[in-house]
């Protein structure tokens, strides 16, 4: 055990998502027996104070300032991608000509054209990639995934998702600059759509197919707010809510929503798939249980049924206390990396890699069309 | 009191929905005080035995095996029409030039055109009139209207409804004839789009106000089934499930869902309305809660309150039992009718009339229009 | 169908009781098909006043304002006793001795001896009765005893069950008089002992056999209050709150508690019961549920399951709507009228017996009494 | 922030109690802002293979196979006790004899005479001291303790709390050895009482103050059990399940049980408190949110809310993620450790001390005591 393998592991971004991801490397060897051990060898961020605490905090050997650097170290065997999204695809191509293994934050891109770009690149250099969509990995979730694998579903009618926020009801909230760039449609590409409903797209696509088309609305309730970075009052270029229905290649119907203007609803994600012989229900405040019904239960005493999803026989729960005891959001990073590790050893992509990550871009895109265009839109 | 006055009921249908009504006639005296009281004086049936045996359950004094012989007679007031969709715009018409006030099941026509034939003449023939959109009389959704025209809930963002049911999944059920007229195109005019979004239509348009365009999908997912008249198997002209994106006028967005085709869920009728200030959630499944979130709470303590609607202030309640004891499906009925022998008496329309009940018709009908055109399409 | 026989029934005492049970006798035969039909004879109170509303209420022929009247008239096949605990055992022998069939009130008497003697007398009279102890009736906990019955549940290890209040918290409250001789001992023998922990131990003696022993705990918060009767600040003499340990003759633990005192609970009646193979849950709150675990199920996905009690084939409910939609408080008077009716075409008991009453008030006895001994007490 | 002190831990016992307290250690600085930084000295364990495997796991830099001989050791400053509950007081004592520091499991001792002398000891030596009781610092609870001491539940009138498992059902677990000492009365001292109670009573007199008498109940379900040590089938000495009635010194009635014969309960801690003016509730199996019901609320929309306790301004959130995400069970050892550095650097003790956990032994003895002689014993 004591010969595992390092992963030296460059981090460039030292937000929210750089905390996750820090966490997750730290921990994953104490919970997960695995060949490989990530090894934190350097954060970059453009503040050198910043980063050296960061740094500090964490256990990073060391720091940059300019993500090219970070890059051309030889010492770096995979990059960490945590900035805003319009920087995405530059880094990732560099890090991918540079031959390094690639965990790209969520959304891979501004756009599927910016991301088909990347996948081509990245496939060219042949190195391991994978995109942080963390909620598949929710033992529930992938739970759901395993049930749904089984058959125990069957044909699919309905595929239900929400991801419903309150943040940024007022008005006064400022857009743009470090804390507040996913409102800043320069930085982020989209608003809820590439913040939110990527989950969900994500999650659907993993768990009931392929989209064929989709019919969506969109609105910006704030139109102006004052811009950090300008210091000006200005136009709001992102969407504060959108809805989507669609069509899944399985035959399936899909209804999708997304808002950060839900009040009461901190980051409710839910999803819920009808098949005709059972049903599926989870949500994100409650990440530890899945709701299930199934038909062939005597109709006496058949109901939902609430899944305490902490049994060592449930997805990922064997390595982590008894049941009942839950684990919670961070969780979710350490088994991407646990799996991120495991499948390095044996040679095998982790999902979703760039490619599959770029189909949840292509319905994004399809989805913003179609709210401008007022028109269904083919993925 | 003892000095009531009688209203004169004619029942035109025994099916579900006469006994619902005939229950509400006989109840409501025991527990409301007012000025008339209904008298159950003739209930018309096709079916001479049934209508005896429907008249001996519930105390009707006579019986008719015509509808027209039932209008003409002087010793009626009130007609009742719990007949199929299809027979709704005859029966009224010719009620209202006989003079009589009608009560009608929803939905009011098969469509709007024929919905505005009827208004026309009601409106000329000066009769009081109502159609049975019974939920509105949930006592926890008359509240969550109390708390809306109070302003509560200040600007509203958002309003969102469903309405799943599972039990058509089976290809074996049979189409149309007396117990499943619902999925016959002919006599019920659409599928789950008139049965069930025209209720949540209603109380959307009574809650949150009018609603401006809309783009729908529908869905059926058993394309042919055995007729029950023809003893053929034939194409199912009905929707199986409908979804539509919506705005309302007051700037918030709506998002509408029913299906038959919901594995799981018996009757399941949920909204939610989420404010700048304030959100309201229902369900039909435990229909004495209303679940309410308040954003000037202290954040401390803040989260959904559930709400059990039992006590002796909120809507209706103080006729009943005492806090902590539930009432059920049924009693919407009651307070319909409380509301309409009231109203009578101070000579008072009682909502929702005819004249608003065509609004949700016009909706419906922009539905599916938007559904076959995969347009968007204004109401 | 029309050739119903009548029951004539004349109700002593028009209270919150009175309205429960009048409307139960006027609904019944709209739903159940019996051979019986209450009529409404003659309703008794000492004020004749509100005798004669009440009666013109609910369609009483007559009124009578002593209750030794009324059980001498020969027009009177049964009689309903909903007065306050004190006089059950006068007027309930007094009507036996007359040859009447007897519906009383729960509880039984103010205490087990006087119960005995009611018994005794009734039993000698050979006349048909049953206690109102209606929450057997709730078709979830209907139900429960049938899945019980059925061995799911396998051998019993735990009982448990709470009867949560909270409307008498304020001193303000005077005890005695018409509406508050709950709260005056010498009217209710007890406080909430008799009152609604009789509930729940009539519950517990039909799902789960005899209690042994006894080991309780009763305190009184409020140990003075003005006196409706005599105007004078008086001892106030009931329990406020009462909690009891005990052992059930099939081996399993049962540990009960009722309280006025809880802040946030109306009528919270719960019950659960622990099996080998499965468990059970209930509550009052939302008493159209039933929650089940099974332990037979496949571990990924066993969990507590929401029965939503409304289906045909459960209890009771094949009399009343459609699946989804929930009936109240109120039916479980209508149940028990209706199984009154059916046992007595039949020729059969309908429990409870006051001798199966009685098994409840010798409980309760024996938690008063090991409240004031501080002892464990047999039953 | 890189001037941390180091605090040498010496760990004993690898069990799953080590497992929780050492990624406690590992993490509690990335989150913490504190002056000193746990070093993870020396795990001990009898057998070597495994010590070492643990050791490098978590990154121990060096095991013991002796506990002495970790106490001997001068690069420790202190100790952490997870051995099974015989052990606790002479590894305690002699730990502080050698004046380290001391954190040991729950509960303090197999029973209060132990403990006492363990007080007396630990005291003299002057050595800080914490014991393991964890769910205080679930933040939840965390929260309620805040509430309470604001004031804003008033008098309270009722504490109750439940921990329920269904673990031991089965007869064929063998009592006894590495896996199951919990079962063994020489290991454990007592069965529920020591390992659940203990938990439910520390919380109480925390939130709701001293435990003056009680009256208790206990059961051994299965009488007989394989033992692992002995291979013979032996008598099972602990309790399987235990409940008692008791009174606080602030006049509340307390209600208590504990079972692992709870079909459907994996390790569900719920605790309610009923104040005059507010109520809380909690559970263990959703740890994260809490209950409230504030009798000051507008009556129409009064109702329990359920608060999701992930917010930045709640009891040690500002530390971890966003509204919204939860955290789990392992955070509550993290807490305590981040207290436990805290206090040092200030001098402080950390709560609860032994002289804390002491008091929870006596009222553990009482229960013990009440239920064996079935009396009220006073704490």
Chains 1, 2, 3, 4 share one sequence.
């Not at 905090?57 to 170290?73: F, H, Q, V």
């Not at 009942?324 to 095998?348: R, S």
Request: proline content about 3%.
């Amino acid at each position: 055990m004591s010969e595992k393998k390092n992963l030296n592991i460059g981090l460039i971004g030292y937000g929210f998502m750089g905390r996750t991801h820090s966490n997750a490397y730290c921990k994953v060897n104490n919970f997960f027996d695995l060949e490989y051990r990530p090894k934190l060898k350097a954060v970059c961020g453009r503040n050198e104070e910043n980063a050296k605490a960061f740094a500090n905090n964490w256990g990073y050997e060391s720091i940059e300032t300019d993500w090219k650097a970070l890059i051309a170290r030889d010492d770096i065997d995979a990059v960490d991608i945590c900035t805003p999204n319009n920087t995405h695809s530059e880094i990732a191509i560099a890090a991918a000509k540079a031959g390094k293994m690639i965990l790209c934050e969520k959304p891979l891109s501004m756009n599927a054209p910016e991301g088909e770009e990347m996948v081509k690149v990245i496939e060219e250099a042949g190195v391991a990639n994978t995109v942080w969509y963390n909620y598949r990995r929710v033992p529930a979730v992938s739970l759901a995934k395993q049930l749904i694998d089984e058959g125990r579903l069957g044909k699919i009618f309905h595929y239900r998702a929400n991801f419903l926020q309150d943040w940024t009801i007022s008005s006064d909230l400022p857009q743009g600059g470090e804390a507040l760039w996913r409102l800043d449609v320069n930085a982020a590409g989209s608003g809820v759509t590439g913040d939110l409903l990527a989950h969900c797209i994500d999650t659907a696509l993993w768990l009931n197919g392929g989209i064929t088309d989709v019919s969506a609305m969109t609105e910006t309730f704030v139109k102006e707010r004052m811009h950090s970075l300008t210091g000006k009052v200005e136009k709001v270029g992102i969407d504060d809510a959108c809805s989507f229905m669609c069509h899944f290649g399985n035959g399936s119907l899909g209804l999708f929503e997304s808002t950060r203007y839900a009040r009461g609803h901190k980051a409710l994600y839910t999803l819920e798939i009808n098949g005709e012989n059972a049903s599926i229900r989870w949500d994100l405040h409650d990440l530890h249980r899945l709701e299930y019904f199934d038909h062939g239960d005597d109709p006496l005493v058949r109901g939902w049924r609430s899944v305490h999803v902490t049994d060592g026989d449930m997805p990922y729960m064997d390595k982590w206390w008894v049941p009942g005891l839950q684990i919670g959001y961070e969780h979710t990073f350490v088994h991407h990396v646990a799996d991120f590790l495991d499948n390095l050893a044996k040679g095998t992509p982790t999902s979703p890699t760039f490619r599959e990550a770029l189909e949840t871009q292509k319905v994004c895109d399809a989805v913003l069309n179609s709210a401008s265009s007022r028109q269904w839109v083919n993925v």
